[in-house]
């Protein structure tokens, strides 16, 4: 067992089984021991590979989208220039020098980065020199905001619920003898239709941050655009865990593996709505990347003798690799037009309006 697994495991036996979203928020966040506290986990030598990380393109691209909707908003400045989980500041990296062909663009941005992990906002004032660094969304200032959020939701604590007979019961994380297990809390009452069996995954935090920044686009303008792997609702249990660029049981190696689930894109959809933005329906990123011409810019990336561009395309749009799992979602102020690549969502729409084929 891994030391913050001792941890847990003495601090079930004091206090009883853990909520799941309390087990992997000590896993993700611990100030010792917690993954995203003590390392960077991004790349070939770590434990998983982003977007940003895998080309240039997508924060080039993204960063022209921002671009385009910051123009069509009649270039307002200042302006935030935010991030949520920025990682290893690659993505804001690339999208700053993708503005540079925007005249004014650069001196009106202002950068805020939304990271937890006191790691890797070492690692990102390095990258991207002086920048304001928050601990949440809602410390985001009363301004125009275009923002960025990729894989961010996905590392968000969720908790499931099982149904069976009696309601939803939900997962709980035990221990015996200091080794870590699932169980079962007794079934409660969930307004929630479902076949026994069936799993739900509920993301507390995720709604309270998509109205925050949906609240700041509405009342001062901006656009948010958040891309992560998932569905417009949840699709049962998707809790998992990656450790050296393998799939690993998300009880084994507390704090040395990452943890994550499936994004289910309808609450945060939901949450943008009800604070009067718009918002669109989840794209998938590989028609979203193409949309933006990715295939023209891997042709003058290859042209000018980058040998990956090819490959990288490939990987980032394929719908057998990034390109249909991942999905972007966007939020806009309802006057303004869509954010290029993306179209209004009219409504929360029912059951499987936009689902994986
Ligand atoms: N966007 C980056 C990194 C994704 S990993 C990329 O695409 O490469 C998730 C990021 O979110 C990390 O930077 C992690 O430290 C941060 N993070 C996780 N939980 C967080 C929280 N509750 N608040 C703020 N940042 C968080």
């Avoid at 870590?180 to 239709?193: G, I």
């Amino acid at each position: 067992m891994t030391p913050l697994g001792r941890l847990i495991a003495a601090r079930i036996a004091r206090e009883g089984p853990m909520r799941l979203d309390d087990y992997m928020q000590t896993c993700l966040l611990h100030p010792q021991h917690g993954y995203y506290a003590t390392r960077d986990p991004f790349g070939a030598a770590g434990d998983f590979t982003t977007a940003p990380e895998i080309s240039q393109m997508f924060g080039e691209l993204a960063g022209l989208a921002l671009a385009q909707a910051w123009m069509d908003q009649g270039s307002p400045a200042p302006f935030t220039l935010a991030e949520i989980g920025p990682g290893r500041g690659t993505l804001m990296a690339d999208m700053r020098r993708a503005m540079r062909v925007v005249p004014g663009m650069g001196d009106a941005a202002q950068v805020a980065l939304v990271e937890a992990s006191p790691h890797l906002r070492q690692v990102q004032t390095e990258k991207l020199g002086a920048v304001t660094h928050l601990d949440r969304a809602d410390d985001l200032p009363e301004a125009p905001l275009f923002l960025i959020a990729n894989e961010f939701f996905d590392a968000l604590p969720i908790r499931q619920f099982l149904r069976v007979e009696g309601g939803w019961a939900e997962r709980m994380v035990t221990q015996a003898d200091g080794v870590l297990s699932f169980a079962l809390a007794p079934p409660m009452p969930l307004p929630r239709q479902g076949a026994l069996g069936e799993v739900f995954e509920d993301r507390p935090a995720a709604p309270a941050v998509a109205a925050q920044v949906a609240r700041r686009i509405v009342a001062h303008g901006g656009v948010a655009i958040s891309i992560d792997y998932g569905t417009w609702e949840g699709r049962g249990d998707s809790l998992q865990a990656l450790r050296g660029h393998e799939y690993d049981n998300p009880l084994a190696h507390p704090g040395e593996a990452d943890l994550t689930s499936h994004v289910d894109f309808a609450p945060l959809a939901a949450a943008a709505l009800a604070e009067g933005a718009a918002v669109s329906a989840p794209v998938p990123q590989g028609d979203w990347l193409l949309s933006l011409g990715i295939a023209a810019r891997a042709e003058r990336l290859a042209a000018a003798g980058d040998a990956g561009a090819a490959a990288a395309l490939h990987r980032l749009t394929d719908p057998a690799a990034m390109g249909q799992l991942f999905k972007a979602m966007a939020i806009w102020p309802r006057q303004a037009p869509p954010p290029p690549g993306f179209a209004p969502l009219r409504d929360v729409a029912p059951r499987n309006h936009a689902h994986d084929a």
